[in-house]
């Protein structure tokens, strides 16, 4: 909790103490030395409020048992009024030099009570600060384990990445294609985008799919079929924020089990942005001597699943179901 947010705390309480002892002034009900009365009793529950918030507090609760902390901290409030009995005294007779009201002075009971009430505020705000304090060191403990979490998914998303892309550019090379080059070309754009772009915390949507589609051209240098992948994209893809690469796995993920058999298309990605939604979908045919494994696990998709987790708690809808010969990805997310 912030220091400014304490001192109100403290401001507005004794703000309420001070009103609650004017009181009587304020109805017309005031005794003889009633301003004596109320300005040794505040500076007495000053004085007891502060001894048990800095002094009392740290060590009571300590103990294992709070019942204990209870009735230690209720004896050293009741103890504590016979030295204000004394003040009162003490007050009186070399201070003030007026006469006392002895049976409002030699009330130890009274006493005993206004003790009781300055330190169980003591203890409540005390305990409520600390409260919130510690609710704040947890937050921060969490959002630094999560970035911690998140950078470790990170770097192993993009080096699986660049395994597989660099798999497909040797294939290429090995064959002597004359595609070769341009998927150079375009494993330079996809590296750009890691490198720079990816980096950010959120990337506009066009540089999301500007990287899709690049890696979607850099696939389809190794196929026949120019029409094995359907790509619809629908909305304003200009103004949406999204994490970079969340989507790129399951792309990934399609052309590893994808069927080649399929004449067009074998893979349909349809992507929507509208309002504060953006759908993503993914239709893939799986092969025939995989149609009986689960794919739906996998390094890449397990860590997408955590950073989806992360990034978008409660703000993303993630479906993913595999068919007899369809591997189905459904995933909303909320900006």
Request: net charge positive; glycine share 2%; aromatic share 16%.
């Amino acid at each position: 909790m912030k220091k400014k947010y304490i001192f109100l705390i403290h401001f507005f309480f004794w703000f309420y103490i001070i009103n609650q002892n004017l009181f009587p002034l304020y109805v017309g009900g005031i005794k003889e030395n009633f301003y004596n009365d109320v300005t040794i009793a505040l500076i007495l529950n000053f004085i007891n409020f502060y001894f048990f918030y800095f002094l009392i507090y740290p060590p009571l609760f300590k103990f294992k048992y709070k019942l204990i902390s209870v009735l230690i901290g209720i004896c050293t409030a009741m103890l504590f009024s016979f030295p204000r009995v004394e003040a009162y005294h003490f007050a009186y007779k070399y201070v003030i030099q007026t006469p006392p009201l002895e049976q409002e002075i030699l009330e130890i009971y009274g006493e005993m009570r206004a003790s009781i009430v300055a330190a169980f505020y003591a203890l409540l705000i005390k305990f409520t600060v600390d409260w919130f304090k510690s609710q704040k060191q947890k937050s921060d403990l969490i959002t630094q384990n999560q970035s911690s979490e998140l950078a470790l998914l990170r770097s192993q998303v993009n080096p699986h990445f660049l395994f597989n892309t660099l798999n497909n550019i040797y294939s290429l090379v090995y064959q002597k294609s004359d595609v070769a080059p341009d998927a150079v070309m375009k494993l330079s754009s996809i590296m750009r985008y890691m490198l720079y772009d990816a980096n950010s915390d959120r990337v506009p949507l066009k540089k999301e799919i500007e990287y899709l589609i690049s890696f979607i051209e850099l696939q389809k240098l190794r196929m026949k079929n120019k029409d094995f992948v359907e790509l619809n994209i629908v909305g304003d893809i200009n103004e949406q924020l999204i994490v970079p690469m969340i989507l790129i796995p399951f792309i990934e993920n399609a052309f590893k089990h994808g069927s080649k058999k399929v004449v067009s298309p074998g893979i349909i990605i349809n992507i929507q942005a509208v309002n504060n939604k953006i759908s993503y979908e993914i239709i893939n045919y799986i092969s025939d001597d995989i149609a009986n494994k689960d794919i739906t696990g996998g390094i890449g998709l397990n860590n997408t699943k955590r950073r989806l987790e992360l990034l978008y708690p409660n703000n993303h809808k993630l479906d993913i179901v595999q068919t007899k010969d369809k591997y189905i990805v459904q995933l909303e997310i909320y900006i």
